[in-house]
Protein backbone atom coordinates (compact mmCIF):
# COMPACT_ATOMS: atom_id res chain seq x y z
CA UNK A 1 0.00 0.00 0.00
CA UNK A 2 1.23 3.46 -0.38
CA UNK A 3 0.33 7.33 0.29
CA UNK A 4 -1.14 9.83 -1.90
CA UNK A 5 -1.40 13.21 -1.47
CA UNK A 6 -5.19 13.53 -2.55
CA UNK A 7 -5.99 16.85 -2.02
CA UNK A 8 -5.77 20.31 -0.34
CA UNK A 9 -7.10 23.33 1.19
CA UNK A 10 -6.41 26.48 2.87
CA UNK A 11 -7.87 29.65 4.87
CA UNK A 12 -6.66 32.70 6.21
CA UNK A 13 -9.30 35.22 8.03
CA UNK A 14 -10.16 38.71 7.00
CA UNK A 15 -8.19 40.95 8.40
CA UNK A 16 -5.36 41.94 6.31
CA UNK A 17 -2.30 43.69 7.79
CA UNK A 18 -0.08 45.34 4.72
CA UNK A 19 3.16 46.87 5.15
CA UNK A 20 1.77 50.71 5.47
CA UNK A 21 -0.04 49.43 8.38
CA UNK A 22 2.64 48.15 10.24
CA UNK A 23 4.42 52.03 9.41
CA UNK A 24 1.72 53.33 12.15
CA UNK A 25 2.96 50.98 14.75
CA UNK A 26 6.61 49.87 14.38
CA UNK A 27 9.70 52.07 13.20
CA UNK A 28 9.64 50.44 9.87
CA UNK A 29 8.44 51.31 6.15
CA UNK A 30 7.19 49.34 3.24
CA UNK A 31 10.45 49.93 1.17
CA UNK A 32 12.33 48.22 4.32
CA UNK A 33 10.32 45.07 4.42
CA UNK A 34 9.77 44.76 0.67
CA UNK A 35 13.49 44.51 0.28
CA UNK A 36 14.51 42.43 3.03
CA UNK A 37 11.70 40.03 2.92
CA UNK A 38 9.81 40.33 -0.25
CA UNK A 39 6.57 40.75 2.20
CA UNK A 40 3.70 43.44 1.31
CA UNK A 41 0.90 41.51 3.22
CA UNK A 42 -0.15 39.04 5.67
CA UNK A 43 -2.90 38.70 7.41
CA UNK A 44 -4.24 38.45 11.40
CA UNK A 45 -6.99 36.74 13.39
CA UNK A 46 -9.20 39.09 15.42
CA UNK A 47 -11.63 36.80 16.76
CA UNK A 48 -10.27 33.46 15.84
CA UNK A 49 -7.93 30.81 17.10
CA UNK A 50 -6.14 28.29 15.85
CA UNK A 51 -8.35 25.65 15.94
CA UNK A 52 -10.96 27.88 13.87
CA UNK A 53 -8.22 28.49 11.13
CA UNK A 54 -7.32 24.13 11.10
CA UNK A 55 -10.84 23.87 10.80
CA UNK A 56 -12.04 25.38 7.96
CA UNK A 57 -8.88 24.74 5.90
CA UNK A 58 -9.39 21.03 7.12
CA UNK A 59 -13.19 21.10 5.85
CA UNK A 60 -11.96 22.20 2.55
CA UNK A 61 -9.27 19.44 1.71
CA UNK A 62 -11.80 16.69 3.28
CA UNK A 63 -14.70 18.15 0.35
CA UNK A 64 -11.74 17.98 -2.49
CA UNK A 65 -10.94 14.68 -1.49
CA UNK A 66 -14.77 13.29 -2.30
CA UNK A 67 -14.59 12.22 1.26
CA UNK A 68 -16.95 12.92 4.57
CA UNK A 69 -15.33 13.26 8.02
CA UNK A 70 -16.44 9.47 9.31
CA UNK A 71 -13.90 8.77 6.44
CA UNK A 72 -11.07 10.09 7.84
CA UNK A 73 -9.54 8.09 10.48
CA UNK A 74 -6.44 10.25 12.00
CA UNK A 75 -5.95 14.03 12.16
CA UNK A 76 -2.63 15.26 12.56
CA UNK A 77 -2.49 19.12 13.18
CA UNK A 78 1.20 21.14 13.21
CA UNK A 79 0.99 24.26 15.04
CA UNK A 80 3.16 26.45 17.75
CA UNK A 81 0.70 28.22 18.37
CA UNK A 82 -1.97 26.10 19.89
CA UNK A 83 -5.10 26.88 21.70
CA UNK A 84 -4.05 25.44 24.49
CA UNK A 85 -0.55 25.40 26.20
CA UNK A 86 -0.86 21.39 27.19
CA UNK A 87 -4.32 20.25 26.39
CA UNK A 88 -6.47 19.07 25.47
CA UNK A 89 -4.41 19.25 22.07
CA UNK A 90 -5.81 21.48 18.79
CA UNK A 91 -6.19 18.63 16.91
CA UNK A 92 -8.56 17.16 19.22
CA UNK A 93 -10.39 20.22 18.94
CA UNK A 94 -10.21 20.43 15.24
CA UNK A 95 -11.84 16.91 14.92
CA UNK A 96 -14.69 17.29 17.14
CA UNK A 97 -15.63 20.51 14.92
CA UNK A 98 -14.96 18.22 11.74
CA UNK A 99 -17.34 15.54 13.72
CA UNK A 100 -14.78 13.28 12.92
CA UNK A 101 -14.00 10.38 15.77
CA UNK A 102 -10.25 9.02 15.29
CA UNK A 103 -6.85 9.42 16.48
CA UNK A 104 -5.63 13.40 16.73
CA UNK A 105 -2.85 14.52 18.18
CA UNK A 106 -0.51 17.86 18.01
CA UNK A 107 2.94 18.09 16.55
CA UNK A 108 5.70 20.80 17.49
CA UNK A 109 8.28 21.33 14.26
CA UNK A 110 7.81 25.16 13.56
CA UNK A 111 8.33 26.25 9.83
CA UNK A 112 8.64 22.47 9.23
CA UNK A 113 5.77 21.39 10.91
CA UNK A 114 3.75 20.03 7.81
CA UNK A 115 6.19 18.02 5.96
CA UNK A 116 6.69 16.02 9.69
CA UNK A 117 2.85 15.88 9.76
CA UNK A 118 3.38 14.60 6.14
CA UNK A 119 5.93 11.95 6.60
CA UNK A 120 4.19 10.40 9.72
CA UNK A 121 0.55 10.24 8.14
CA UNK A 122 2.57 8.62 4.54
CA UNK A 123 4.21 5.87 7.53
CA UNK A 124 0.52 5.10 9.30
CA UNK A 125 -0.55 4.30 5.75
CA UNK A 126 1.81 2.74 4.47
CA UNK A 127 1.84 0.34 7.50
CA UNK A 128 -2.06 -0.19 6.61
CA UNK A 129 -3.11 1.29 10.04
CA UNK A 130 -4.80 4.05 8.21
CA UNK A 131 -6.27 4.88 4.97
CA UNK A 132 -7.13 8.79 4.68
CA UNK A 133 -5.57 10.78 7.44
CA UNK A 134 -6.06 14.96 7.15
CA UNK A 135 -2.64 16.31 8.03
CA UNK A 136 -3.37 20.74 9.16
CA UNK A 137 -0.74 23.40 9.15
CA UNK A 138 -2.37 25.86 11.03
CA UNK A 139 -0.90 28.69 13.13
CA UNK A 140 -1.95 32.32 14.75
CA UNK A 141 1.37 33.62 14.65
CA UNK A 142 0.13 37.68 15.46
CA UNK A 143 -0.68 36.19 19.34
CA UNK A 144 3.17 35.46 19.90
CA UNK A 145 5.24 38.31 18.32
CA UNK A 146 6.32 41.44 20.18
CA UNK A 147 5.02 44.63 17.56
CA UNK A 148 7.64 47.16 19.14
CA UNK A 149 10.66 44.44 17.27
CA UNK A 150 10.47 45.23 14.02
CA UNK A 151 12.67 42.38 12.92
CA UNK A 152 9.99 40.18 13.73
CA UNK A 153 6.51 41.72 13.33
CA UNK A 154 6.74 42.44 10.11
CA UNK A 155 7.17 38.34 9.14
CA UNK A 156 5.12 36.40 10.40
CA UNK A 157 1.30 36.00 9.29
CA UNK A 158 -1.71 33.93 10.41
CA UNK A 159 -2.91 31.25 8.35
CA UNK A 160 -4.00 27.47 7.49
CA UNK A 161 -3.48 24.58 4.94
CA UNK A 162 -4.89 21.03 5.07
CA UNK A 163 -4.52 18.21 3.43
CA UNK A 164 -6.04 14.50 2.72
CA UNK A 165 -3.13 11.82 2.41
CA UNK A 166 -5.21 8.45 0.97
CA UNK A 167 -3.92 5.04 0.60
CA UNK A 168 -3.59 4.19 -2.83
CA UNK A 169 -2.52 1.09 -4.72
CA UNK A 170 -1.15 3.07 -7.79
CA UNK A 171 2.60 3.64 -7.58
CA UNK A 172 2.60 6.19 -9.83
CA UNK A 173 0.90 8.54 -7.69
CA UNK A 174 2.20 7.88 -4.36
CA UNK A 175 4.37 9.87 -2.28
CA UNK A 176 8.01 9.47 -3.51
CA UNK A 177 10.09 10.56 -0.30
CA UNK A 178 10.49 12.57 2.58
CA UNK A 179 13.24 13.35 4.41
CA UNK A 180 13.18 15.33 7.97
CA UNK A 181 15.88 16.37 10.44
CA UNK A 182 16.77 17.97 13.23
CA UNK A 183 19.80 19.83 15.27
CA UNK A 184 18.77 21.32 18.91
CA UNK A 185 22.12 22.95 19.04
CA UNK A 186 20.99 25.92 17.30
CA UNK A 187 17.82 26.18 19.51
CA UNK A 188 18.36 29.69 20.96
CA UNK A 189 18.44 31.10 17.53
CA UNK A 190 14.55 31.11 17.19
CA UNK A 191 12.72 30.28 19.99
CA UNK A 192 9.93 32.08 22.41
CA UNK A 193 11.68 31.77 25.98
CA UNK A 194 9.02 33.10 28.26
CA UNK A 195 6.23 30.18 27.60
CA UNK A 196 6.47 26.66 28.74
CA UNK A 197 7.68 24.27 32.12
CA UNK A 198 11.16 25.90 31.79
CA UNK A 199 10.94 29.39 32.82
CA UNK A 200 7.26 29.40 33.67
CA UNK A 201 5.11 32.44 32.75
CA UNK A 202 7.63 35.48 32.09
CA UNK A 203 5.67 37.71 30.90
CA UNK A 204 8.66 40.01 30.22
CA UNK A 205 9.40 37.05 28.08
CA UNK A 206 6.41 35.47 25.70
CA UNK A 207 7.19 36.59 22.29
CA UNK A 208 9.24 35.37 19.51
CA UNK A 209 13.16 35.89 19.48
CA UNK A 210 15.29 35.05 16.43
CA UNK A 211 18.72 35.83 15.60
CA UNK A 212 17.92 36.58 12.02
CA UNK A 213 21.25 36.82 10.40
CA UNK A 214 22.32 33.24 11.90
CA UNK A 215 19.21 31.63 11.20
CA UNK A 216 19.30 32.80 7.50
CA UNK A 217 23.06 31.59 6.74
CA UNK A 218 22.26 28.18 8.42
CA UNK A 219 18.96 27.80 7.07
CA UNK A 220 20.46 28.36 3.41
CA UNK A 221 23.21 26.08 3.81
CA UNK A 222 20.93 23.26 5.55
CA UNK A 223 17.86 23.51 3.19
CA UNK A 224 20.31 23.61 -0.11
CA UNK A 225 21.84 19.96 1.32
CA UNK A 226 18.50 18.16 1.98
CA UNK A 227 16.93 19.05 -1.23
CA UNK A 228 20.32 18.09 -2.97
CA UNK A 229 19.88 14.99 -1.00
CA UNK A 230 16.49 13.97 -1.29
CA UNK A 231 17.09 14.89 -5.35
CA UNK A 232 20.64 12.47 -5.43
CA UNK A 233 18.87 9.70 -3.64
CA UNK A 234 15.89 9.51 -5.81
CA UNK A 235 17.82 9.72 -9.11
CA UNK A 236 16.15 13.21 -10.26
CA UNK A 237 17.17 16.57 -10.67
CA UNK A 238 15.11 20.35 -11.23
CA UNK A 239 14.06 18.84 -14.63
CA UNK A 240 12.06 16.29 -13.23
CA UNK A 241 10.06 18.58 -10.74
CA UNK A 242 7.29 20.74 -12.41
CA UNK A 243 6.82 22.68 -8.83
CA UNK A 244 9.34 24.08 -5.80
CA UNK A 245 7.43 24.83 -2.66
CA UNK A 246 9.45 25.76 -0.38
CA UNK A 247 8.40 27.25 2.99
CA UNK A 248 7.96 31.00 2.70
CA UNK A 249 10.03 32.48 5.20
CA UNK A 250 11.47 35.04 3.23
CA UNK A 251 12.21 35.59 -0.45
CA UNK A 252 15.65 36.10 0.00
CA UNK A 253 16.22 32.79 1.63
CA UNK A 254 13.65 30.77 -1.19
CA UNK A 255 15.90 32.76 -3.44
CA UNK A 256 19.41 31.33 -2.11
CA UNK A 257 18.52 28.10 -2.26
CA UNK A 258 16.44 28.03 -5.41
CA UNK A 259 19.70 29.33 -7.15
CA UNK A 260 22.26 26.81 -4.99
CA UNK A 261 20.31 24.07 -6.36
CA UNK A 262 19.86 25.60 -9.95
CA UNK A 263 15.83 25.44 -9.89
CA UNK A 264 14.63 28.10 -13.07
CA UNK A 265 12.75 30.96 -11.39
CA UNK A 266 9.43 30.06 -13.36
CA UNK A 267 9.55 26.52 -11.41
CA UNK A 268 9.85 28.06 -7.65
CA UNK A 269 6.09 28.92 -5.75
CA UNK A 270 5.76 32.22 -4.14
CA UNK A 271 3.15 33.27 -2.13
CA UNK A 272 5.05 34.76 0.61
CA UNK A 273 4.82 38.68 -0.55
CA UNK A 274 0.77 38.46 0.28
CA UNK A 275 0.56 35.53 3.06
CA UNK A 276 3.82 36.72 5.15
CA UNK A 277 5.74 33.72 7.16
CA UNK A 278 2.74 31.58 8.31
CA UNK A 279 5.04 28.64 9.46
CA UNK A 280 3.67 25.06 9.35
CA UNK A 281 1.33 26.38 7.20
CA UNK A 282 3.08 28.06 4.73
CA UNK A 283 3.57 25.27 1.99
CA UNK A 284 -0.36 23.96 2.38
CA UNK A 285 -0.85 27.24 1.64
CA UNK A 286 1.06 27.90 -1.59
CA UNK A 287 -0.01 24.74 -3.05
CA UNK A 288 -3.57 25.73 -2.25
CA UNK A 289 -2.63 28.83 -4.12
CA UNK A 290 -1.43 26.81 -7.26
CA UNK A 291 -4.84 24.51 -7.35
CA UNK A 292 -7.03 27.07 -7.17
CA UNK A 293 -5.48 29.20 -9.72
CA UNK A 294 -5.56 26.16 -11.85
CA UNK A 295 -1.60 25.97 -12.65
CA UNK A 296 -1.21 22.57 -10.49
CA UNK A 297 -2.18 19.46 -12.17
CA UNK A 298 -2.58 15.87 -11.52
CA UNK A 299 0.73 13.94 -11.42
CA UNK A 300 2.69 17.29 -10.97
CA UNK A 301 5.87 16.58 -9.33
CA UNK A 302 6.02 18.61 -5.84
CA UNK A 303 9.26 19.23 -4.37
CA UNK A 304 8.79 20.57 -0.92
CA UNK A 305 10.98 21.99 1.71
CA UNK A 306 10.78 23.62 5.35
CA UNK A 307 13.36 25.18 7.56
CA UNK A 308 11.91 26.00 11.45
CA UNK A 309 12.76 26.20 14.91
CA UNK A 310 14.93 23.69 16.74
CA UNK A 311 16.36 23.39 14.14
CA UNK A 312 14.25 21.96 12.48
CA UNK A 313 14.35 20.68 8.43
CA UNK A 314 12.88 18.51 5.79
CA UNK A 315 12.09 18.39 2.08
CA UNK A 316 9.90 15.75 0.47
CA UNK A 317 8.92 14.78 -3.36
CA UNK A 318 5.38 14.41 -3.75
CA UNK A 319 3.10 14.14 -6.52
CA UNK A 320 -0.18 15.98 -6.69
CA UNK A 321 -2.78 13.11 -6.50
CA UNK A 322 -5.77 15.55 -6.44
CA UNK A 323 -8.40 16.19 -9.00
Known amino acids: MYAKFASVGAYVPKKKVTNFDLEKIVDTSDEWITKRTGIKERYFVEDEVTSDLATKAGEIAIKRAGLKSSDIDMVILATITPDYFAMPSTACVVAENLGIKAPAFDISAACTGFIYALAQAKAFIESGMNKNILIIGAEALSKIIDFKDRTTCVIFGDGAGAAVISATKNRDEAILDIDINADGSYQDYLITPGRGVKYGCDTEN????MKGNETFKVAVKTLSQSVRDILDRNGMTSDNIEWFI???????????????????????????????NTSSASIPMAINDMYEEGRLKKGDMMLLDAFGGGFTWGSALVPFGGE
Not at 206 to 209: S, V
Not at 249 to 276: F, H, Q, W
Request: aromatic share 8%; proline share 6%; no cysteine.
Open 246 to 276: PHQANYRIIDAVARAIKMPAEKSVLTVSKYG
Open 206 to 209: IYLQ
